[in-house]
């Protein structure tokens, strides 16, 4: 049986921070290496932090500013978030992977006022020194911090009022196609997603964060909710730290993009075969599942070996960002972990839907989060149309893109681009992406995801595109064992297009010899 735990409700960033310092001061909020040194932050701190560096901020003139912030994953970065919003200002997170030429453009183009940055992206420091009215390198961060605490009275940062409906961070999309728009979320937006969130979704206490904090999901599943609970959070020093770092925080839960659960999975495999336990992992697991048939639940048990390798707490991955493999899901499932799936948009703060293990079948992103509405417009026959959100977690609007707004609002709603259904119990299913649709000669439509996703189970597929390329649907494949080549491509032939629609079949096969592009979270650009 899950413990309950009580869900609190605040207003605001303030009201949260103010509140949490006061009832749990001396509790753990975050933890990370410096060095070789673990380092544990209280609550208290993270209030005395945050307010001394907001009031920084206001001391040299920011006041209803823009805050640009360039820099790795860090408590600085966070503290960094919180200080701009309390103190009135609006943050706007970029892309640590960008290039300072890419990240100036997207500065330049929100109008921001100042430049936090860390010491390895001071590049970016230095293109915009021209027109950069305030810079902070957060090797500076404690200067700035001591600073700010001795004029808090005299900025009077304790008394400011927060302004639910003003923008308090512009976030750059990060869309696999087109230029990013730059999106408009207030503290309305973010608190009402991580109440929803909360209350639609248990999840066991103490994380991980190595998702990206520029991106809403990392920021709303890692820091925001985790925060929100008071439930402490350890932040990874980098991605070959992983499993060091999910080895000392011991956590209950981590929030992923699909490729990590894939490795995790991967891993758990290979150090079978390589200590010659393959054999006897398989056979556990067919004793286990017939076990659970008969309600004799044995998993944590029976594999406690490998959730000891996850730090010994481990009950769920939320994956999110991308389409999650059925495979995997089952895989998990099999270990006595659950992986729960869902369905985030950055205009929508960014979680819109959850999808519980129990509710999973491919496609399906689960139900709306508490006091959101979801529904389809523009069905075809088949009861497919685009996704439309309403409720407090829809964005204000694209900054300074009024023709993007209009486009994407109607009556109250916002059109998320994505197409999808609803069946009669509620649950959400996407198909495909609206700007990614093949549209035939003959007028039928061709969502490439679901050609994506049955190509993706075939044995050797490591990574799939599918498009139109001289009116026929192409897949691209890579395949990281190139010697399956002439399997997957006789499995598309002879299996796969007989069991589809003649006009959804595979005309062109094309494999490449390296990964696709991505983007910072992950995802193939197209």
């Not at 860090?74 to 009135?88: C, L, N, P, R």
């Not at 008071?230 to 020093?237: C, D, H, Q, S």
Request: charged share 25%; aromatic share 10%.
């Amino acid at each position: 049986m899950k413990d309950a735990y009580e869900i609190p409700h605040y207003r605001d960033f303030k009201e949260m921070i103010l509140t949490l310092a006061a009832k749990n001061p001396k509790d753990t909020a975050f933890s990370f290496f410096r060095k070789n040194d673990r380092i544990d932050i209280d609550f208290e701190t993270v209030k005395r932090d945050t307010f001394a560096l907001g009031s920084y901020f206001l001391s040299i003139g920011l006041s209803d500013a823009g805050i640009a912030l360039y820099a790795e994953n860090s408590y600085e970065w966070i503290i960094t978030y919180f200080a701009a919003v309390i103190s009135g200002n609006t943050i706007v997170p970029l892309d640590k992977e960008l290039k300072p030429e890419e990240a100036a453009t997207l500065f330049n183009s929100c109008n921001a006022d100042m430049l936090v940055y860390s010491s390895k992206k001071s590049d970016l420091a230095e293109v915009l020194s021209e027109n950069l009215k305030h810079s902070l390198c957060l090797d500076n961060f404690k200067d700035a911090v001591q600073k700010g605490a001795l004029l808090i009275s005299e900025t009077k940062i304790m008394d400011i009022e927060p302004d639910l409906e003003k923008p308090c961070t512009l976030i750059f999309t990060s869309g696999t196609t087109g230029t990013p728009k730059c999106v408009m979320l207030c503290q309305r937006n973010l608190m009402a997603d991580a109440i929803n969130s909360i209350e639609t979704l248990y999840f066991p206490k103490g994380t991980v964060c190595f998702l990206p904090l520029n991106h809403t999901f990392g920021m709303m599943a890692c820091i925001l909710a985790q925060f929100y609970m008071a439930f402490p959070v350890f932040i990874n020093g980098g991605l070959k730290y992983i499993m060091r770092d999910i080895q000392e925080a011991k956590p209950g839960h981590i929030s992923v993009v699909p490729l990590f659960i894939e490795n995790f999975y991967k891993n758990i495999w290979k150090n079978a075969r390589k200590s010659g336990k393959e054999k006897t992992l398989k056979n556990m697991v067919k004793v286990s599942n017939g076990l659970r048939k008969v309600g004799i639940d044995l998993r944590r048990k029976f594999f406690k070996s490998i959730i000891d390798g996850f730090g010994g707490n481990l009950e769920m991955l939320i994956s999110g960002g991308a389409p999650i493999s059925p495979a995997l899901v089952k895989g998990f499932d099999e270990l006595g972990i659950e992986i729960v799936n869902g369905f985030g948009i950055t205009e929508c703060s960014p979680i819109v839907t959850l999808c519980a293990p129990q509710n999973y079948t491919p496609g399906c992103i689960g139900v709306p989060v508490k006091r959101t509405q979801v529904k389809t417009i523009n069905n075809n026959e088949d009861g497919e149309g685009e996704i439309c959100v309403k409720g407090d977690i829809v964005m204000l609007g694209y900054y300074n893109n009024p023709e993007a707004n209009e486009n994407v609002f109607e009556d109250g709603w916002f059109k998320t681009g994505d197409i999808g259904k609803i069946d009669e119990n509620g649950l959400v299913y996407i198909t495909g992406r609206k700007k990614n649709l093949i549209l035939l000669d003959n007028g039928k439509n061709v969502y490439p995801e679901e050609l994506e996703y049955l190509i993706g189970r075939i044995d050797g597929v490591t990574e799939v595109l599918v498009y139109s390329e001289d009116d026929a649907i192409t897949a691209e494949i890579y395949a990281e064992e190139i010697d399956k080549k002439d399997a997957i491509t006789e499995e598309i032939k002879s299996k796969l297009n007989p069991s589809i629609a003649q006009y959804k079949q595979i005309r062109k096969i094309k494999f490449r010899a390296t990964e696709f592009e991505k983007t910072s979270t992950k995802k193939i650009k197209r």
